[in-house]
């Protein structure tokens, strides 16, 4: 892999990240765009689901944290989730700041909703007949893949090695996932003019070498813009 040398700036001093590995893959590509999130979020007419999605494209949450959110774990005053550690799928409280992330006034507006329809703590009841308990990683992978269709959208960079699996009559292989509306969150979240650091607190990486490591590349339409703006002599 090659390798790039970063230096970034803070108030006081500077932090240098040097020999960053940057990835095989573009993932530049690898994200929705502005009017594909938009057509994604149309398609959710419900209210839970849309909660859901505005989750993971607001807030970077990944699917089992959104799976397995209490009421308790957000902060509705000031409009805040707190996360838990997760070892396989146990679940490991912690009062951390570094699991705190900022939830959006759209995403606040649903939840709101659900918390009131709600008759459990979770906050996200599994719609399933046989289970009384929260909605499943696997049914939160089924539900963005029905919408993702819905609205019409596929895979930037379909998986090449997925394990296929059916739910119903719908396929889920090479359609969107939880886990591509992650990484829009945080693409979209730099592409706005959102700090690298923030955005390393935003997806809750351990070192920023790994939040430049998969989002420190601009796509070749962000750099053919910038390169526009700033070649003018």
């Known amino acids: 892999m090659d390798t790039q040398e970063f230096v970034i700036t803070k108030r006081q001093g500077t932090v240098e990240v040097t020999n960053v590995k940057m990835p095989k893959n573009d993932y530049s590509k690898y994200c929705l765009t502005e009017d594909e999130v938009k057509r994604l979020l149309e398609a959710a007419t419900n209210p839970r689901d849309r909660a859901m999605l505005l989750l993971m494209l607001h807030s970077a949450l990944r699917r089992m944290e959104v799976a397995n959110l209490r009421v308790e774990d957000i902060d509705w005053k000031r409009q805040l989730v707190h996360l838990s550690e997760y070892k396989g799928r146990e679940r490991h409280p912690k009062n951390d700041e570094e699991l705190t992330v900022p939830i959006s006034d759209k995403c606040y507006e649903c939840l709101t909703f659900v918390k009131d329809k709600v008759k459990q703590n979770w906050l996200f009841v599994s719609h399933h007949k046989k289970r009384y308990t929260h909605i499943t990683p696997a049914e939160i992978n089924h539900l963005v893949a029905l919408l993702g269709k819905k609205a019409g959208l596929t895979n930037p960079i379909p998986p090449k090695h997925v394990k296929r699996a059916k739910m119903g009559d719908y396929e889920l292989y090479g359609k969107i996932n939880p886990h591509l509306l992650r990484h829009t969150c945080i693409r979209l979240y730099l592409k706005n003019g959102g700090n690298i650091r923030m955005a390393q607190k935003l997806a809750r990486h351990s070192n920023i070498g790994l939040t430049l490591q998969t989002y420190g590349s ?16």
Request: proline share 6%; no cysteine.
């Open 218 to 233: 601009p796509s070749i339409d962000d750099r053919v813009k910038d390169y526009r703006n700033v070649v003018k002599w």
